[in-house]
């Protein structure tokens, strides 16, 4: 059975920085052939895409709205992948969550990610 969990949620004051983190079980032989991606559901929202990375990290992709703020990444070592979200700003707050995708493609479509994770808390007060 895969399981994503993340961590390192929280409360933040508008200017700061969160590093998310998933570690990803189940997946132990596959993982490093998995598209890996962020995406956040505000209140009363639809789940948006927030950024994506492909197995090798050789693809990476960004929403427009947290481009050159946020950063993905992976390590397939250890089965993990991670968001460094820096100069955060109320609209960010949200529940995140981590997905994983069989695709070996970028994907930016909820409906290509196969596992998903039960979501961090990213609260930003102003």
């Known amino acids: 059975q895969v399981q994503l969990v993340e961590s390192g949620g929280g409360l933040v004051e508008a200017g700061g920085s969160l590093r998310l983190s998933c570690v990803v079980s189940?997946?132990?032989?596959?993982?490093?052939?998995?598209?890996m991606a962020w995406f956040r559901q505000a209140p009363g929202q639809e789940r948006e895409f927030v950024a994506a990375i492909t197995k090798n990290s050789d693809e990476i992709q960004y929403a427009d709205a947290v481009k050159g703020r946020f950063t993905i990444s992976r390590d397939n070592a250890k089965n993990s992948v991670f968001l460094q979200m820096d100069n955060l700003q109320p609209e960010d707050t949200a529940v995140y969550y981590c997905?994983?995708?069989?695709?070996?493609?970028?994907?930016?479509?909820?409906?290509?990610?196969?596992?998903w994770g039960q979501g961090t808390q990213v609260t930003v007060s102003s």
């Open positions: 997905a994983g995708s069989l695709h070996t493609i970028l994907i930016i479509q909820p409906r290509g990610y196969d596992w």
């Open positions: 189940g997946r132990s032989l596959s993982f490093n052939k998995d598209t």
